[in-house]
């Protein structure tokens, strides 16, 4: 209970990090547009999602992969007000019945952090490592991205956007 705490409140840290600007003295409304779309990013995870699900199957499984939560979206923070029109976007969640197995997991530990490596991720934050429980988290600091993945009694992965205008906006602007 602990850790999963300590967990949670360092993911707060990194998120509110993560709302701030890279440049303060950058507009925010410049720098909103120069972002590519919520859709973009969109497609652009969920063929993450595939590399990864597509390497551990490879490489440690097969597995048997399903949607195990819903999507959802939000605002931006303080960093992007809302009036700019940006938002944030939780892909939906996926994952498998059952763990990686601790003999597994280094391999799969190296397998994900080298996809999200090639997607801008950088690893950060409290990483668990235990026998049975394993969590790896990931931040793009360029773009406010944040990734989780985790295998305890089962396995799962979510990534949550930075902030994007979806196309429609960003057309109009």
């Not at 303060?24 to 993450?48: G, H, K, N």
């Not at 605002?75 to 029109?85: H, K, M, N, R, V």
């Not at 601790?102 to 235990?130: C, K, L, N, P």
């Not at 931040?139 to 992965?157: E, P, Q, V």
């Amino acid at each position: 209970m602990i850790i999963r705490i300590l967990v949670l409140l360092a993911t707060l840290v990194v998120l509110l990090t993560a709302c701030s600007s890279p440049e303060d003295t950058m507009d925010p409304a410049v720098e909103l547009a120069a972002r590519p779309t919520s859709e973009q990013m969109l497609t652009r995870y969920e063929q993450m999602y595939r590399d990864i699900q597509d390497r551990l199957d490879t490489e440690i499984g097969p597995f048997e992969w399903y949607q195990t939560r819903e999507g959802g979206q939000a605002g931006c923070g303080t960093a992007f007000p809302a009036e700019l029109g940006g938002r944030t976007v939780a892909l939906p969640s996926w994952g498998f019945n059952g763990n990686i197995v601790d003999q597994d997991w280094a391999r799969a530990r190296d397998i994900i952090t080298a996809v999200t490596v090639e997607y801008g991720f950088a690893s950060v934050g409290v990483q668990i490592d235990e026998p049975g429980r394993h969590t790896l988290n990931a931040f793009d600091t360029t773009l406010g991205a944040y990734f989780t993945f985790g295998t305890d009694i089962n396995t799962s992965m979510q990534t949550t956007t930075g902030c994007h205008l979806p196309a429609a906006v960003s057309s109009s602007t």
